[in-house]
């Protein structure tokens, strides 16, 4: 097996740093999107050029970033190869631990995941690795073009270009570098995955949905009774066509989030157990073939004395924490914690 090369992210970090001569790497991405805005025509136009600054700062930021998250997939393809050579073992011990201890946090993730898992994530994964093939492949020429000194005066071409010659540059730049077809089938096996898994998911908590609903029209009718004299007596007239809406989202606001929670300590439970039980297996087995034990997960109850073991753990500190991560999970799963309130948005996104 070839070993794969780890980019260096100071030679990959082109597009941060200054030029001596020039403007900022900030100024000009605000100048090209603002030429940008000026040709696109209504208001898909006016929001370019409103959120001009705010759009360069992602790019600024996802141009710096983007080396070093390509280095992190090069340290995880690592991490996969040594697991895969002891028969994946420690990716199952790692994914019961985080089942057992954070599984009340993440119902949503964990439910797609296991419905990937049963649906097949192979599709899904050759397309990720194409999209991120056809991105290094764009990144490399975006920044191959911006040190190009085609009439040689020392200075670089993108430079001596306006902002509009710019846009037109890097625009058929990335015309010719990405692949539409591959692009096209990568993207339409990744929705259909997704789709595959938003159907399960809703399934799944479709028992929390209909609870949510009868929660909510449960304290409709008490909360306007006690809130609509009240908001009315404080609102002026103009504004007392909001009140019912306003109450009705409210309540159904509330209602959601007691059937989450309802939901997250069932999950919290059925994580629990399912990631002690993957952990345990997991564990025996390195063991054994390390010639600590000498009988398998089938051949012992060992295996079923550290899986409840680590779920009645995990439980108990989901339950002594709320069903929250506690510091400094919380900061090192920021990005699952994106995905779960992704998800959980799909989900209700048609109540």
Not at 29 to 48: C, F, N, Q, S
Not at 207 to 228: H, K, N, T
Not at 240 to 245: G, S
Request: glycine share 8%; hydrophobic share 45%; charged share 20%.
């Amino acid at each position: 097996m070839t070993t794969q090369r780890t980019p260096n992210p100071r030679r990959m970090s082109g597009g941060l740093h200054k030029s001596p001569a020039g403007p900022s790497p900030f100024k000009k991405k605000v100048d090209v999107l603002k030429e940008a805005a000026d040709r696109t025509p209504g208001m898909a136009g006016t929001l370019i050029k409103t959120f001009a600054p705010v759009i360069a700062g992602v790019v600024v930021i996802s141009e710096f970033a983007a080396p070093y998250l390509i280095m992190l997939y090069y340290f995880g393809v690592a991490c996969w190869q040594w697991a895969d050579k002891h028969g994946g073992q420690p990716i199952k011990i790692c994914v019961g631990l985080f089942m057992c201890f954070c599984g009340g946090a993440f119902p949503a993730v964990i439910t797609a995941v296991e419905a990937y898992r049963q649906i097949g994530f192979e599709p899904t994964k050759r397309a990720l690795k194409v999209l991120f093939d056809d991105f290094k492949k764009v990144q490399e020429a975006h920044k191959k073009d911006d040190q190009d000194d085609s009439n040689r005066d020392g200075k670089a071409d993108v430079d001596s270009l306006t902002a509009g010659e710019l846009v037109e540059r890097k625009v058929l730049l990335f015309l010719r570098t990405s692949d539409p077809e591959q692009t096209s089938r990568a993207m339409s096996a990744i929705t259909s995955g997704f789709l595959a898994v938003l159907a399960s998911l809703k399934i799944k908590f479709a028992q929390a949905i209909v609870v949510g609903g009868a929660i909510g029209d449960v304290l409709r009718p008490p909360v306007r009774r006690a809130m609509e004299p009240f908001l009315k007596k404080a609102l002026t007239e103009d504004y007392h066509k909001w009140i019912r809406p306003g109450l009705n989202y409210a309540c159904k606001l509330v209602a959601v989030s007691i059937a989450w929670t309802l939901q997250r300590i069932i999950s919290a439970f059925h994580s629990a157990v399912r990631g002690g039980q993957i952990a345990g297996d997991a564990l025996v087995v390195m063991l054994k073939n390390a010639g600590i034990l000498k009988h398998g997960p089938h051949d012992s109850f060992a295996d079923e004395v550290v899986g409840y073991l680590l779920a009645f753990f995990g439980l108990a500190t989901q339950i002594k924490h709320g069903f929250n991560l506690p510091f400094p999970a919380n900061l090192l799963l920021v990005p699952v914690s994106f995905v779960e309130v992704g998800l959980r948005w799909c989900v209700h996104a048609d109540l």
